[in-house]
């Protein structure tokens, strides 16, 4: 036996258990033959077939949230360690300072820890309390998942690129974010209108403040070019319909977006400040849109047959075209509440990051296509118009730069 032929294996192997048909017990089987005869072999051979997938993966323009986002909609969530563990071990192989800090942060939030650490598939089984055979099923599980990843837009530097001269940004206070996001939680989590208003009003002020004075400082020095892009994963169903929601917003804050339906997956292009605030309002706003689609119940038709799902996708553009509409209200007045000394200095900038931003979106999507959406079911898109004028949209208006 050679590794040669263990590698050979591999990739049906994968294939056939990650997609759960006849032959993944037989090629499971034949593994296991493998490993009867020698463990540390396999281990070796799948330690070494992981590590070049998942180096793939970035290949293709998957970022590590990406993977475990899109990896928790395919894997069991027993296999989640084991990515986690296979993204660990891959980047061994990089100095820390041939790694993109912000792809460092994706790390840390999933909790990756440093320094990263070598994949053992016997040991991490034995952490784990997994057994042998299991631990070969999650591993081919997880090979056969990072086989079929497709290929999207690069947003970051791959890990272990040459060093690019680090882009001038928008200093961020984590602290004042982390507020906001405090505040935004709160006001959906209450069940008392007051005081989600009085909530969503104080993160109104803070971000307001936020925004208008980094362009302001902005515009007394050169324009930096700080625009970048992030994916923000959707909850499935109605992925279109949520998307459109996450639309809404990012085009008041002067952010563009793309959405790959399949992936249940909306790409935010922007200024960096914009697309942080983009997404803190984007999940408030989708939580609510949530919260108010489940309450409105489940619908019958008149001869008793469901339309919920036809209710709930009409439910949920309605709510984003009265959003949409709520915001360019706000940001309106958010702009003629700007004294005419400083929107002098304010215009200017605001036209030269929207360059910026579109020369960043044609080069990562040069190619895009617009969907049409049709609207079935009349009483959805009432209720959805309904729900959104209730939406707490205060913290938006001082988003608007």
């Not at 192989?93 to 820890?113: E, N």
């Not at 016997?122 to 057994?131: C, P, S």
């Not at 971000?207 to 400082?217: C, H, Q």
Request: charged share 25%; with cysteine; aromatic share 4%.
């Amino acid at each position: 036996m050679t590794d040669q032929e263990i590698l050979r294996l591999l990739p049906t192997a994968a294939a056939a258990v990650a997609g759960a048909d006849d032959r993944a017990d037989a090629q499971l089987a034949r593994l296991g033959a493998y490993d009867e005869r020698d463990q540390a072999a396999v281990d070796r051979c799948l330690q070494g077939f992981l590590n070049a997938l998942v180096r793939g993966a970035w290949e293709r323009g998957w970022a590590p949230a990406d993977v475990v986002q899109h990896g928790r909609r395919q894997l069991e969530a027993a296999v989640e360690p084991l990515l986690l563990a296979a993204i660990s071990a891959e980047h061994q192989q990089y100095a820390p300072a041939a790694i993109d800090p912000r792809w460092l942060d994706q790390l840390t939030d999933l909790g990756v820890p440093q320094p990263f650490a070598e994949l053992r598939l016997t040991a991490w089984a034995a952490t784990a309390r997994v057994g042998r055979y299991l631990s070969l099923h999650h591993a081919l599980a997880l090979a056969g998942f990072l086989q079929t990843l497709p290929v999207m837009a690069r947003l970051l530097p791959l890990p272990g690129a040459p060093a690019r001269p680090a882009r001038p940004a928008v200093p961020v206070d984590a602290k004042l974010l982390a507020r906001i996001r405090a505040l935004l939680a709160k006001a959906e989590a209450t069940e008392f209108p007051d005081e989600a208003e009085a909530m969503s009003g104080k993160a109104q002020e803070l971000m307001a403040k936020f925004s208008l004075d980094s362009v302001l400082v902005t515009a007394e020095e050169e324009i930096p070019d700080d625009s970048s892009a992030r994916r923000l994963w959707i909850d499935t169903p109605y992925v279109s319909a949520k998307a459109q929601l996450v639309g809404a917003v990012a085009a008041a804050n002067r952010c563009r977006t793309v959405v790959i339906e399949d992936l249940a997956v909306v790409t935010i292009v922007g200024a960096e400040l914009d697309l942080q605030l983009t997404e803190i309002l984007s999940t408030s706003l989708l939580v609510q849109a949530n919260r108010a689609m489940i309450a409105a119940g489940k619908h019958i038709g008149h001869r008793g047959e469901s339309r919920t799902r036809s209710f709930r996708q009409s439910f949920l553009m309605a709510y984003a075209q009265r959003i949409a509409e709520r915001l360019e209200q706000a940001s309106a007045a958010t702009q003629a509440a700007v004294p005419e000394a400083d929107a002098g200095r304010l215009l200017p900038v605001l036209a030269k990051r929207e360059e910026q931003v579109d020369a960043l979106f044609t080069q990562l999507f040069p190619r895009t296509t617009t969907r049409r959406t049709r609207i079935t079911n009349g009483a959805g898109w009432h209720a959805g118009l309904a729900a959104a004028d209730q939406a707490q949209l205060e913290a938006r208006r001082q988003v608007r730069r």
